[in-house]
C-alpha cells in the first residue's frame, strides 16, 4: 500500500494544478494586452511626427521661396506674394497659406545716427491633405519668421 501511495504522490508533485495554469494564463494575457495597447499608441506616435516633419519640410520650402522671391524683387525683379497654395511632399499635397505683416522698427531716442529698418513677419501654416483651412482644422505645421530690410 505505501509504494502506491508514494507513486501518485510523485505524479502529482511534477506537474501543475489546473488552477496554476489558468492563472499563468491571464497573467500572459494581459502582459500581451499591455503591449498591444503600448504599441498601438507608439503607432499613432509615428505617424503624427511624420506627419509633422513633411508638414515643416512644406512649410521650409515656402517660407525658403518667399526669401528668394523678396531677394529679388529688392535687387530689382518682379514681386509677387502668393498667400496660399499647394505643394507635393512625401507623395502627398500639402495646402499652405503664407501672412505677412510690415513692420517698420524706428531707432532709439539716444541713438540718432541709425536708420530706421522696416521688419516683415512672415507665418507659414501647412495642412494635412485630409484637413481643410476652411473648417478650422489646426495646422500641421506654422513656420515663422522675421525679415529685416
Known amino acids: 500500500m505505501t509504494p502506491r501511495n508514494t507513486r501518485r504522490a510523485a505524479g502529482n508533485a511534477a506537474g501543475f494544478t489546473l488552477i496554476e495554469v489558468l ?8 502582459a500581451l494586452g499591455a503591449s498591444l ?3 498601438n499608441v507608439f503607432s499613432d506616435t509615428q505617424v503624427r511626427l511624420h506627419e509633422r516633419y513633411l508638414g ?3 512649410a521650409w520650402n515656402v517660407m525658403t521661396d518667399h526669401y ?8 530689382g525683379g518682379a514681386a509677387s506674394l ?8 512625401g507623395g502627398r499635397t500639402w495646402q499652405w497659406s503664407l501672412q505677412r505683416k510690415e ?10 545716427d541709425s536708420p530706421s529698418r522696416r521688419l516683415a513677419i512672415v ?4 495642412y494635412s491633405p485630409g484637413a481643410s483651412r476652411g473648417r478650422g482644422a489646426a495646422p500641421s505645421a ?3 519668421a522675421i525679415f529685416g530690410q
Open 68 to 75: 528668394n522671391e523678396q531677394r529679388a524683387a529688392a535687387e
Open 142 to 144: 506654422t513656420l515663422q
Open 56 to 58: 515643416h519640410l512644406t
Open 103 to 112: 513692420r517698420r522698427e524706428t531707432a532709439e531716442e539716444d541713438d540718432t
Open 123 to 126: 507665418v507659414v501654416d501647412v
Open 23 to 30: 492563472i499563468a494564463v491571464a497573467v500572459l494575457a494581459i
Open 82 to 89: 502668393t498667400t496660399e497654395g499647394s505643394e507635393d511632399q
Open 37 to 39: 495597447d503600448a504599441l
